[in-house]
């Protein structure tokens, strides 16, 4: 057999072992097996010593020409293998971009948070402070200064969860009312401020009782202060509650700290001017009055020289009114269900 014939066999099959590898390793095998120093092809070069002249610039063409054709078809493979093997890879750690995600749950204010907060920029506004006090509080505060001495009858209204016989769990916002006056220096203008906050009674829960509940106080002491200014302010708060179609109306009724007192109501459904009055539903929302000369002086204030009015309105009643809740004790259930409405 020629040289060249050896050649042309040998690249034949070279060529098919190139085509059957699935493996870089085996390709890899191939090259130096075929290309290598104790390969073939350098086998046969070798034995071109043998040939006469005229024949080996012929043959060694040939030769290199064969090596090149090997080499270049392990690179073509090569490539081949590598892109299969970097496409395995990235099928393997495919990331599906179109798969939904989890959302996360944004969460919002408490709805009775909602209306506290409501009430503070309202107020806030009209240039009122914002007044804090304890829960756990002193009968002083809770009753005594707000004219309530310890035999009084209207004591039994606020049933009392009593800590010590001094120390209770307050029944109302009020107490902050007597803490913020007795603070107060008049020398620096008029005392304007509501106190949001959480009081507790005695009651047995049901749907419009709850032991703890919220209150925001307001109270305003100055020296020309009417029932006139306490009525456009409460006729301001439900409007910007309930809306501009609201109206207020008051109704003689009793409290110790205030004199005289007054029950809120607040019309249901719209009233224009067209509106009969014996259209108009009311909605008892709050107490409120003029506060009692006897307040003052237990605060060390001049009822001769000053005067104002209070109110104390419950959140959890306006949001029961304004959103249709039936039962008061969803507020305090933690149910997210019920709570994520109110965004
Ligand atoms: N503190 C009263 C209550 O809890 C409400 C109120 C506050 C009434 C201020 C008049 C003035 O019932």
Known sequence: MSLQDTLTELQADVLAQIDQTTELKSLNDIRVNTLGKKGPITEVLRGMKDLTAEERPVVGAFANEIRDNLQAAIETKKAALEAAALNAQLASEALDVTLPGHAVRKGNAHVIQQIIEQLEDQFIGM?????EGPEVEEDKYNFEMMNLP???PARDMQDTFYITPEILMRTQTSPVQARTMEQHDFAKGALKMISPGRVY???TDDAT???QFHQVEGLVIDKHITMGDLKGTLLAVAQELFGAKHQIRLRPSYFPFTEPSVEVDVSWGDVDENTKPEDI???EVLGAGMVHPNVLT?????PEV????AFG???????MLKYGVDDIRNFYLNDVRFLSQFK
Do not use: C, M, N
């Open 150 to 152: 310890k035999d009084h």
């Open 298 to 302: 237990k605060a060390g204030i001049d």
């Open 313 to 319: 309105l419950g959140p959890d009643r306006f949001a």
């Open 209 to 211: 009782h709850s032991h």
């Open 306 to 309: 000053y005067g104002g009015f």
């Open 127 to 131: 240039g009122y402070q914002i007044a």
């Open 281 to 283: 539903e009311w909605i």
């Open 201 to 203: 009674r005695r009651d």
